[in-house]
Every structure is written in C-alpha cells, then in structure tokens.
C-alpha cells in the first residue's frame, strides 16, 4: 500500500497516544458541564460554554482535524483506519464536542471528491486546519428521511452564483462561536429542476462571504432562527436556519447533489456508528468503576456473610460483558470496515469496496441500536445512582438515544443494506461475506474449546443469515413489502453477525499471541469477550431470522385502531 | 366470591369510567408542565407545581385513592383486578403524579397486615381518604439492595415508643405539600438487634405527630435535606430524610421489619410493573398518534410515486406492533396476576397464592424493562422530532428509566423468582404455570390457522421454559453462581412466555366473540396483537434457554482489566 507507507505503526502509535491525551485531559472534562449549561442562543446568535471554545482552539491548533485529510491541503494523511480510533477518543470524551469536527469532516470528503479546483483552494485548507466548520444542511420539516420534498430554492444569479432560499431544520452545529466561518453545505431546487430526489443540487452556502484572496468578507444572509431543546448532547447546537436569498456556489452539476451528499452522509453514517462505539465504551467503563466501589450483598456462592463489590454478583458480571462485548465487537467491525475502505480504494478493488459499503450501514445501524441498549444497562450497574444525573450515567443514555436516528434512521440504514447492498448485486457481496466468515469457522474448528464452542456458534449464525438471505432474494421479487418487512432484522442479523466474526477473528489473533507468550491477560480477556458474545449474543441470530421468515403476514396484516 | 359479589360488571365499568376521565382531564395535562417544572427545593421545603396540589385535591375528594380499601376504613373494596386498571391509568396520564397513591397503598396495605388495632385506627382513614399519604423508608447510602446493611437506630423511650436517628435516601415523596400529613414507615434495628437482616424493625413516623383525638400536634424530627435532580419523573420528589431522633411507634414485633416491609413492597413491585405497562401504552398512543400524521416518502409496494403516512411503511408497522404487543402481553400478564391474587386470598387457594406470587417478579421485573424498550421504540417512531423535549416521547424514555430499577432492580426481582418462587418448592409452581400453559396449547390446536401459528409458538417458548427450569433445579444444587448466571434470562424467559400465554388466551376469548358476531374490529385486532407476540417475540425464549444452558461458564469465567 504505497498510499499510506510512510507511516509506520510506531508513528500512528504515537499520534494515537497524542491524541488520547488530549481527549483525556481537554475534553473529557467539558462533557458534564455541556450537559448542565448546554448552548445558548440569544438575538440570533448561539453561544458555546466558554470551556468548549479554548478547548476548540487548542483542538485546530493542535492540528487534530487534519488526521485524516490529504497532506496537500494540510492534512495528515493518516489511513481512516486510524481516524476511527481517533474519533473514539473523541467522542467518548464528549460526543456533543465530536459532533463539530465529525460534520466538518464530512463537508471535506464532499469538497474532495465534488468540488472544483478553486473551491478546494478556497475552503480546504481553513477547513482542514479546524479554522472554519462545515455542516451538512439537508432536512426541512417536510423533509426529513424523505429528501426527494426538499423545497429549498436555489435561483440563478447570472454570474455564476445562486441566491438560496428556504428553512433547514436539524442543523447540528448551524451556529456557533468556534470558528471564525462556517461552511454550509446546502441541498436546494433550481427552478427548473426535476420533481423528487432528481432534481436537487448542492451549494456552498458560507456563514461568513471569502473574498478572492481568502480574507473573511460581509457576513451571508444565513440566519439562525432557534436551536432545539434536546434529550441529549445539548452542548451541540441544533439549529434552524433561514436562507433569506443567501448567496450560494454550486458544487458540480446542477441536479446531481445527493449524489454529491451522499458521499459526505456515508462518512457521517460510519462516523455515527463510531460514536456508538464511543458512548458504549465510556458507559463501560463508568459502569465497571461502580461495579468495583459499591459494596452490596453477600455473594450468592458465598460461605461468610460479608457484602462484596457488586462486580462479584453473577448478573452485574453479565450486565458488564454484555455491554463490553457489543462494544469490542462494534469496534471490531468498524476497524475492519475503515481497513477494508482504505484498502479497497489504494487498490481500486472493487470487492473489497463493495464487502465495505456493504458493512457501512451495519456499522451504522448495529452500533447505534445497540449504544442505546448498552448505555442503558450501563444505568441498570449504577442501581438507584443511575438516575441521578449527578452520576454521568444518565447523560450517555440521553446521548446515546439520537444515534439511531440521526444520519439516516435505523429503517433508513437496512433499507439502504437490503436494496442497495444485497438486493442489487442477487447478494454477490453479501454471499462473500459469508463465505469469509465460514473460512474463519474452519480456523476456529482447529482451535481449543474455547476456539470451537465460538466456531459453533458462528456457523449457526451464519446459517441464519444464509437462510434469510435466500428467503429475502426470493421473496423481493414477488413482493416488496415482504421483504421490507424483514430489513430491521436483516440489519440486526448481519450486524450482529459480523460483530460476532470479527471478534472471533480476534480471539483467533489473541491466541497466536498468547501461544508467542504475549501479553497474558490483555489476549485471554480478548478471548473471554468473544465467547461471551459467542454463547449469550449471536443466537439473538436465530430469533432475527425466525422474524424474517415466518413474521411477515402478522406484520403486514394487522390493522390498527381508528 | 363473596367478598366481591358487591360489585357487578357495570359498576366497575362506571367506576372505571369516571377514574378514566378524571385522569384523561385532571391528571394528562400537568405531565409535561411537572417534567419542565419539577418538584422544588427551598428552605427545607418541597414545593409542588401549584398544579399538582390542586389537582391532587380533587383526587382525594373525589375519592379515588378508596378504590381497593376495606370498606370498614372509607375504601370501595374493589378487587386488585380493577384497581390493576385503574393504576395503569393514572400512571399512563402521568407517572410523576401517580407515585404518591401508589405509595400511599403500600402503606395502608402494610398497617392493614401488620398494625395494632390502634394504629390502624389512627392511620387507615385518613390515608384512604387521601388526606395524608405515606412513604416507604428503606434506602440508606449504604444501603440499597442490601436492606440487612440499614444503620437507622430506633431507641426505646421506656413509654412504648422510640427514638429513630438516622439518614434515609432516595424517599419517593418523602416531602411535599400535597396532603396534611405524610405517615413514613421506616426501618430501623433497635440497639440490641442481632446484626443483618434479620435485626431490622418497622415503625410509622408521622410527619407530623398525631394526637389522642386525631387531630395534627407538632412537626416530628424528620427533615427533608434535599432532593435529587433525576433523569425522569421530575415532579415527583426524590427525598434525603434526616431523623434526629424523631418519634416512631414499632409496627407489630421488634426484628421483624422485614417481613411486613415485603407486604408493602410485593404490592408496590405489582405496582410499579403496571406503571411500565402505563408509560408502554402512553408511549404507544403518541407513536401511534404521529405515524399516521407524519407524511414521508413513498412506500415500498406503492405504484405512485407518492408520499404516505409513515405507518404505511413495513418498518414502522414493525415498531408500533412490537410496542403494542409487548404492552398487551405485560397488561394481560397483570390482570391475570390481580385475579389470581383477589381470588386466591378470597378463597384461600394456595396453589393460586403460589402461582400468583411466581408471577408477580415477572410483572416486575418484564414489565418494568420492556418499558425502556417500548419507550425508546416510540423515540424511534418519531425520528428527530423524538429527540426534541417538546414532543414528549423523550419524556417517557426518561421517566421509564427508574421501572427496572425501583422498589427492586431486575436481578433483585429475578433472584426473588429463582430462590423464592422456584428453587424453595422445587420446582413445583413453575411447572404448574407450565401445565396450564399446554393446556391453553390444546384448545388452540383446534382453531384456525392464526391460532394454530400461536399454539406451535407458544409450545416451542414452554418448551424453551422447561428445559430451562429443568437444568437450573439440576445445577443450583451443584453450583449456585451457575444457576443464578441465569437469572434474569430466566425472568426473561418466563416473563415472555406468561405475555405470550395470557395474550393466547386472549386470542380464543376474541374468537369466541368474533364467533358470536361481536365487535369485529376490536376482537381482530387483539388476535393479530397475540400472533405478532408468537412470531416476533415469544421466539426470543429460545434465546434466553441457551444463555441459560450454554452461558454460565463463559459469565463466570472472564476477568476484567484492572
């Protein structure tokens, strides 16, 4: 992989360690008084907590929005293999933070791969340096999932600019005081543009006009309107915007801009799994530092009468590797998805991209579904403490819940797995990716029992999958609503899937270490975490597969009261 | 039944009827206003929104808080079947509000069971009348699944009462502004008690001390220090009480606290399970509400290219069914459980005492944990607007949070179902509840295809239940962490199973109505509600059979890092 041989894995661990530093000691911190003060709008303008505004000037200085980016704009360079890791940290630290540079990374990747030379020249290199944030300006009220009634309008100017006008709602960081401009990416009609998802176009919509020689001009005619009073991640400002005839820069060709979006939303969606990962892991750990202090009940196989740690009691144990194996197991699935992206675009393999699109909405769609269900036992541990607010524990299951929704809704995600990634190719990919997973099965066939009992149960597994992906190829021809019916559980089956594969690929792995006499308790607990997810997590396969097969006609026959 | 041959079915029906729109009108509304208000704290006061006290006076004088007292004290005497109904009501309008009655019962229940003459003479009535309310003192720092670990003293005064000096946390309407008086009963050892549970009294401390002639004396020595700042039920105040030695009269025999305690707490854990079943439905009439109004993209099978309320999509059918099912299943698992009680005290029947109190950890402990779930399925629904405090869906995802948690954590509600309703009799209720769940397997292979779907569903989940109990009987011997391992799987099981039988039950008693001509659209859909059940969640007990079987080692067995 010429692209990325510059680095070698000392350098990556460093910046890795730089980074976590950072997250550890600048931002982490913020993530409670986020929450409690939140951000404010007043007069049209929205305020951050003045500790997140230094601790964002120190995150651009620092160059921490480069890590990913191409080094001729400024960026790193780093394989987004890494960036993942990195966007962990970040978003463990405090996810209301993370969702800054998350969006600004998603309008680079747009400018990248649609911009023309003189936007890039333009907006890259601020961008990149964490000078200016970008954001992503699709929903209106009656657009929501449903992009195709975006009413935005976009009207030629005749000198090669736009005028935008309309209302974007949802905008997360719309507004704020941590840069000094902020690029809004916009979806909009030109007024003879196409009815229904066909006819929209993508703007570059400035807060703040650049001038020709890149100084920070008149301010555009961009308003926020209000921001929401959410559930969770309230120090990130979700705006409402208003576009009083703003002036816009098409990006590419009229009418092509979901296309154009779509790109930018694909990075948000693997990012937001990400952040799935991230919230599940700073609820883990929370989780098992009370689990230690508390002092509660005589253990039940216990010969003295003395309370111990509740860690000691069989059913917080299985709280606290249930939430530890979803975790490692989404990240084990979003490491190899990031792997798989990095490599297939070096070497332009076109498999190997497709096997990554296909795992895209799983990282989305199973990590966020189950941050939620992991950020909830992660408030069960806690016991009467979780409920407090005080405790933190609260505040991730609060975060957690706008995860599934968010950059395309669970439903979105396995509508987007079903049609576009198996139903389109008659499940080439999606077959290969059983196939995979059956090599891995032979691997573990020669393992220890241990290695066995996790082969077993991913070969059950991936005969549930195998079996729904047949009923599914077969049954969408005759009719749609059958299979859609089953696209949640398809998502759930194959995430689920995938997590339990790429955790046994990484049991296998611990294993040779352990056999080289590596790192002992770090590769047995990797051992440990995917047996459990092996025997108490992968038959939820088997249920996800009887709700394809035989739940369709309840689902699509039952009638609702008036 | 004698003792309720008072009462005829349209009675109840009136009583029901009022209680009804009493809540609909009087209670509904405050629901939002107490989530954004709260209870506040000043002065060593707790003040409710001048709402709540007002409407908390008419629900006394309208009698409502009688419903299922003795009619020798000012109650109704209505059966716990109606009152079951009754509380889901008042706790689906609003949770917060609901929580003062709820505990007020548990006080009358446990002074009716335990008290001297006397003191139910001073007590019952002006409890039942809803004049004062009452409070359950348990939780102390630390404390709280632990009851033997309370420090609470309670010293003779050589006059027949007792001094209490303690601090009690987490008080649910410990202080407030809503009755006359507040009768907490609070646990305590005396000096010489013997260490652990076993050494722990009951005593009624007044708030207010309560003279030979009934009327109100002097402010007792209990002071409210604070409350919590929680993450739901915000009206309802969560208090720290402080008792310098404040006045306490002993409940029945000193050291036998506990035992009358779990009078209290038995009814208030039935309670607070149908509080999940309330927030469920509430939950379910919002989604429901929003998925016809909200119009967005076209459907799956649509030949236009038209846009469709979102219920008109497979996915969202599959959310609101889930909601919907997992609702009915636990209101139906209730009600039967309340009949079995009524009955089996009427009668003295202990085989159905037995059965009913098998069932109550399940109304628990299922009931209280699929509500975060169904809460969070109506988040869902609502897509980025559920992430919004003013849609109100967000509310019950919060306010759910503490049902798996209060009056009893779901471990604590399964250890309870284990060792208390299965182990102790060997097995013997469980494998009654099975019994009459064949039986119920029998009539339905007689009907049509649905209930034959359900039969076959229905018998595989007892099957799964079965070799469940038939393994933990075995192996609790042996090892009693490898049997508690599987627990709450266990209460999962069970718990599924029971919704899936009652709702079973409820399927052939709609078929029978169906049969006769009656009110076709009701009794169809609670025939499609039960095969929802049977296909997309009673398969879930095969799931928890193998954690059962297969997981304990895998539990019991990893280590965490340092």
């Given at each position: 992989?010429?692209?990325?041989?510059?680095?070698?894995?000392?350098?990556?661990?460093?910046v890795?360690?730089?980074y976590?530093?950072f997250?550890?000691?600048?931002?982490?911190?913020?993530?409670?008084?986020?929450?409690?003060?939140?951000?404010?709008?007043?007069?049209?303008?929205?305020?951050?907590?003045?500790?997140?505004?230094?601790?964002?000037?120190?995150f651009?200085?620092?160059?921490?929005q480069?890590?990913?980016?191409?080094?001729?704009?400024?960026?790193?360079?780093?394989?987004r293999?890494?960036?993942?890791?990195?966007?962990?940290?970040?978003n463990?630290?405090?996810?209301s933070?993370?969702?800054?540079?998350?969006?600004?990374?998603?309008?680079?990747?747009?400018l990248l791969?649609?911009?023309?030379?003189?936007?890039?020249?333009?907006?890259?290199?601020?961008?990149?340096?964490?000078?200016?944030?970008?954001?992503?300006?699709?929903?209106?009220p009656?657009?929501?999932?449903?992009?195709?009634r975006?009413a935005?309008?976009?009207?030629?100017?005749?000198?090669?600019?736009?005028?935008i006008s309309?209302?974007?709602?949802?905008?997360?960081?719309?507004a704020?005081?941590?840069t000094?401009?902020?690029?809004?990416?916009?979806l909009a009609?030109?007024?003879?543009?196409?009815?229904?998802?066909a006819g929209?176009?993508?703007?570059?919509?400035?807060?703040?006009?650049?001038?020709?020689?890149?100084?920070?001009?008149?301010?555009?005619?961009?308003?926020?309107v209000?921001?929401?009073?959410?559930?969770?991640?309230?120090?990130?400002?979700?705006?409402?915007?208003?576009?009083?005839?703003?002036?816009?820069?098409?990006i590419?060709?009229?009418?092509r801009?979901?296309?154009?979006?779509?790109v930018?939303?694909?990075?948000?969606?693997?990012?937001?799994?990400?952040?799935?990962?991230?919230i599940?892991?700073?609820a883990?750990?929370?989780?098992?530092?009370?689990?230690?202090?508390?002092?509660?009940?005589r253990?039940?196989?216990?010969?003295?009468?003395?309370?111990?740690?509740?860690?000691?009691?069989?059913?917080?144990?299985?709280?606290?590797?249930?939430?530890?194996?979803?975790?490692?197991?989404?990240?084990?699935?979003?490491?190899?998805?990031?792997?798989?992206?990095?490599?297939?675009?070096?070497?332009?393999?076109?498999?190997?991209?497709?096997?990554?699109?296909?795992?895209?909405?799983?990282?989305k769609?199973?990590?966020s579904?189950?941050?939620?269900?992991?950020?909830?036992?992660?408030?069960?541990?806690?016991?009467?403490?979780?409920?407090?607010?005080?405790?933190?524990?609260?505040?991730h299951?609060?975060?957690?819940?706008?995860?599934?929704?968010?950059?395309?809704?669970t439903?979105?995600?396995a509508?987007?797995?079903?049609?576009?990634?198996?139903?389109r190719?008659?499940?080439?990919?999606?077959?290969?990716?059983?196939?995979l997973?059956?090599?891995t099965?032979?691997?573990?066939?020669?393992?220890?029992?241990?290695?066995q009992?996790?082969?077993?149960?991913?070969?059950?597994?991936?005969?549930a999958?195998?079996s729904?992906?047949?009923?599914?190829?077969?049954?969408s021809?005759?009719?749609?609503?059958?299979?859609?019916?089953?696209?949640?559980?398809?998502?759930?089956?194959?995430?689920?899937?995938?997590?339990?594969?790429?955790?046994?690929?990484?049991?296998?792995?611990?294993?040779?270490?352990?056999?080289?006499?590596?790192?002992r308790q770090?590769?047995?607990?990797?051992?440990?975490?995917?047996?459990?997810?092996?025997?108490?997590?992968l038959?939820?396969?088997?249920?996800?597969?009887?709700r394809?097969?035989?739940?369709?006609?309840?689902l699509?026959?039952?009638?609702?009261?008036?």
């Amino acid at each position: 992989m010429k692209r990325f041989s510059d680095f070698d894995l000392p350098d990556i661990a460093a910046v890795l360690e730089g980074y976590s530093r950072f997250c550890a000691d600048q931002i982490a911190p913020l993530s409670h008084l986020g929450d409690t003060e939140g951000a404010s709008f007043e007069k049209g303008r929205v305020k951050m907590p003045e500790e997140y505004v230094q601790a964002y000037a120190q995150f651009a200085d620092m160059g921490w929005q480069a890590l990913t980016h191409p080094v001729e704009y400024g960026g790193m360079g780093l394989p987004r293999a890494v960036g993942a890791a990195a966007l962990e940290m970040l978003n463990a630290a405090d996810m209301s933070f993370g969702l800054c540079p998350l969006l600004t990374d998603g309008a680079i990747e747009a400018l990248l791969l649609s911009g023309s030379d003189e936007q890039k020249a333009t907006y890259l290199e601020p961008l990149i340096a964490g000078r200016w944030s970008g954001t992503m300006n699709l929903t209106e009220p009656q657009a929501g999932s449903d992009l195709g009634r975006v009413a935005t309008r976009a009207m030629r100017r005749g000198d090669g600019r736009y005028g935008i006008s309309g209302t974007k709602i949802f905008i997360t960081y719309g507004a704020h005081d941590l840069t000094e401009n902020i690029v809004h990416l916009v979806l909009a009609r030109t007024p003879d543009a196409p009815t229904g998802p066909a006819g929209m176009s993508l703007f570059i919509v400035p807060q703040k006009l650049v001038e020709p020689d890149g100084t920070l001009g008149a301010e555009n005619a961009v308003n926020c309107v209000s921001i929401e009073h959410k559930l969770g991640v309230r120090a990130s400002p979700t705006a409402v915007l208003e576009f009083n005839d703003a002036t816009g820069y098409l990006i590419g060709d009229e009418n092509r801009g979901l296309e154009y979006m779509f790109v930018m939303m694909n990075v948000a969606r693997f990012s937001v799994g990400v952040q799935g990962i991230a919230i599940s892991e700073r609820a883990y750990q929370r989780a098992l530092t009370f689990a230690r202090e508390r002092v509660q009940s005589r253990p039940v196989n216990s010969k003295s009468g003395d309370a111990a740690p509740i860690i000691e009691h069989p059913d917080v144990r299985r709280m606290l590797l249930r939430m530890r194996s979803l975790t490692e197991g989404g990240r084990a699935v979003a490491a190899a998805t990031a792997g798989l992206l990095d490599v297939g675009r070096c070497q332009d393999n076109k498999e190997m991209t497709a096997l990554a699109e296909f795992m895209v909405p799983l990282v989305k769609g199973f990590c966020s579904e189950r941050a939620v269900d992991v950020a909830s036992l992660g408030v069960q541990v806690h016991g009467g403490m979780g409920f407090i607010e005080e405790t933190g524990a609260a505040q991730h299951y609060r975060d957690a819940r706008i995860l599934p929704i968010y950059e395309g809704t669970t439903a979105i995600q396995a509508n987007d797995l079903l049609g576009r990634k198996v139903l389109r190719d008659r499940g080439e990919t999606a077959r290969r990716f059983a196939i995979l997973i059956a090599e891995t099965e032979a691997k573990l066939a020669g393992g220890d029992a241990a290695a066995q009992a996790i082969g077993s149960s991913l070969a059950q597994a991936r005969g549930a999958f195998e079996s729904a992906l047949d009923w599914l190829l077969a049954n969408s021809r005759k009719d749609a609503d059958t299979a859609y019916a089953g696209s949640v559980p398809f998502l759930m089956l194959a995430g689920t899937l995938a997590a339990g594969w790429s955790l046994a690929k990484g049991a296998l792995a611990a294993q040779a270490a352990l056999d080289a006499g590596q790192n002992r308790q770090f590769m047995t607990q990797k051992i440990a975490t995917a047996l459990f997810f092996a025997e108490h997590i992968l038959p939820e396969c088997l249920t996800e597969q009887t709700r394809i097969l035989y739940g369709s006609s309840s689902l699509l026959d039952a009638t609702f009261p008036d």
